[in-house]
T-cell receptor, first 117, second 112 residues
Framework: GAVVSQHPSWVICKSGTSVKIECRSL??????MFWYRQFPKQSLMLMAT?????????EQGVEKDKFLINHASLTLSTLTVTSAHPEDSSFYIC?????????????FGPGTRLTVT | KNQVEQSPQSLIILEGKNCTLQ??????????LRWYKQDTGRGPVSLTI?????NTKSNGRYTATLDADTKQSSLHITASQLSDSASYIC???????????FGGGTRLMVKP
């Protein structure tokens, strides 16, 4: 089956620094990838939709200058949390969309736990 | 407004018992209904996907049902195991599967 990986799986950084999270589709090409954030005991919240070769589309309330998304290839999207604050501590999950015929399927990565101290 | 509601929010059952999780959805235009299992600290893993024409789909001890008329779905877990302890998320997709709406999840704990 389709596999999506994320790196790192967890990261601790100091307040004010930037952190980059990678999302890779390992055995399929994904023109579209999605970034989600999940706080404890809550469901996934879509942050942005990343399309290969174009600018990401951000959901309402998500600061595009703070959460930089780059989708430079069909198998890699990156999320950079800039000037991280403790309230950015969360579980970040990406998904990659695979197209089969006329239908779509999203495959989720294992997530990245970010802790900002 | 597109939304998905799940019940119960949490559930504790004894190992070996069965349980059923519920999901009500309102999305348009509806594409399919998915159930995911999410272990703590991990990404969601797909259990079942059903289109409007499918009433039931099984994946091992997991059986999902779908009533497209009432916009309700259920996930039945048979002979629960300790490893079934996780959050189960109901997701309704729309716009030809381009968009997903997530339910709040049901946190299941299976005790020995």
């Amino acid at each position: 089956g389709a596999v999506v990986s994320q790196h790192p799986s967890w990261v601790i950084c100091k307040s004010g620094t930037s952190v980059k999270i990678e999302c890779r589709s390992l055995d399929f090409q994904a023109t579209t990838m999605f970034w989600y954030r999940q706080f404890p005991k809550q469901s996934l919240m879509l942050m942005a939709t990343s399309n290969e070769g174009s600018k990401a589309t951000y959901e309402q309330g998500v600061e595009k200058d703070k959460f930089l998304i780059n989708h430079a290839s069909l198998t890699l999207s990156t999320l950079t949390v800039t000037s991280a604050h403790p309230e950015d501590s969360s579980f970040y999950i990406c998904s990659a969309r695979s197209v089969t015929g006329a239908s779509y399927e999203q495959y989720f990565g294992p997530g990245t736990r970010l802790t900002v101290t | 407004k597109n939304q998905v509601e799940q019940s119960p929010q949490s559930l504790i059952i004894l190992e070996g018992k069965n349980c059923t999780l519920q999901c009500n959805y309102t999305v348009s235009p509806f594409s399919n209904l998915r159930w995911y299992k999410q272990d703590t600290g991990r990404g969601p893993v797909s259990l079942t996907i059903m289109t409007f024409s499918e009433n039931t789909k099984s994946n091992g001890r997991y059986t999902a049902t779908l009533d497209a008329d009432t916009k309700q779905s259920s996930l039945h877990i048979t002979a629960s195991q300790l490893s079934d302890s996780a959050s189960y998320i109901c997701v309704a997709s729309y716009n030809a599967g381009n968009m997903l709406t997530f339910g709040g999840g049901t946190r299941l704990m299976v005790k020995p």
